[in-house]
């Protein structure tokens, strides 16, 4: 049923919120699309609302067929940006519909809390996990060695603890789709780190970020290579993981890694916002 056969403002907002509902159930992303200004444009209906899901799957109407149809396909620009608001004239994006040229329109982005799953239970592991609970990221924890992932020692509800049988088959699970999820892999060895990668290069995560030395970061990527996996995959990797603010302790070494997470998530240059004074 396409939007415009929708008998009413309030039966659209049911279907919208029902649409909301089930991107947020199945951990996916939409863009809610909203007409915020429309000065001069009889026709407009402000407040009018259009949630696009997918390139053919929208619920409600902005009330105007051609509007509708270019705000589909900036939808699917906007998710790609990873802002999460943006407002803007439909002049910017359709200058083709010159009737709504004026028009503004807000874009918001539809999706689960971020989440970050954590590859290693060890110090960085743990100072990471907490660090990202009080950041309100829903984390992961993840380690072969049960007594490394007990609610005694991690008692945050947004703080899920897995004890892993297999590597690989736990990363997976807890990564899923990769909508909205980082990875960050702080294991204790090789073997650990090069299990936890394979099963997360193929999938569309935010972020992939490898803990160690360049060698040793270097040896698990270029076993990947060797085994096949995507050059450009291997290329967004961030390895070694986090950003260099001389960071000693865990604590500051998990500073290091989530500063580098949100700066990745943020679209952040990771420069110092103090920089133009002395260039």
């Known amino acids: 049923m396409s939007s415009s056969e929708l008998p009413g ?5 049911s279907l919208i919120a029902e649409a909301v509902s089930q991107t947020l159930a199945e951990n996916s992303s939409a ?3 909203t007409l915020i200004e429309a000065v001069g444009i009889p026709q407009a209906n402000l407040g009018s609302k ?3 899901r997918e390139a053919t799957t929208t619920a409600g109407t902005l009330g105007h067929a051609e509007l509708d149809r270019v705000v589909v396909a900036q939808a699917a620009r906007f998710i790609e940006s990873r802002a999460d608001t943006r407002v803007l004239q439909v002049k910017e994006f359709a200058s083709e519909l010159t ?9 918001e982005r539809i999706q689960a809390e971020s989440r970050l799953v954590i590859c290693g239970a060890g110090h960085v592991g743990a100072s990471l996990a907490k660090l990202a ?3 309100g990221y829903r984390a992961t924890l993840i380690d072969d060695r049960a007594e490394f992932v007990t609610r005694e020692n991690f008692p945050e509800k947004n703080i899920e603890l897995v004890a892993a049988g297999n590597w690989s088959e736990a990363v997976r699970l807890a990564v899923d789709k990769g909508q909205g999820v980082s990875v960050a892999i702080v294991t204790r060895g090789h073997s650990e780190d090069e299990q936890c990668l394979r099963a997360v290069i193929s999938v569309e995560v935010d ?3 490898l803990i160690g030395s360049k060698r040793r970061t270097n040896i698990v990527l270029q076993r990947l290579r060797e085994s096949g996996a995507a050059v450009e995959r291997l290329e967004k990797v961030h390895a070694p993981v986090g950003l260099h603010i001389g960071a000693v302790t865990p604590e500051e070494v998990a500073l290091a890694i989530m500063a580098e997470v949100v700066m990745v998530r943020r679209s952040g240059s990771g420069r110092s916002l103090s920089a133009w004074r002395r260039e």
């Open 133 to 135: 609970s009080m950041m």
């Open 50 to 52: 259009l949630l696009v």
């Open 31 to 33: 863009t809610l699309a």
């Open 9 to 13: 403002h309030k039966a659209q907002s």
């Open 207 to 209: 972020y992939i970020g």
């Open 99 to 107: 009737d709504w040229s004026e028009a503004k329109i807000l874009f």
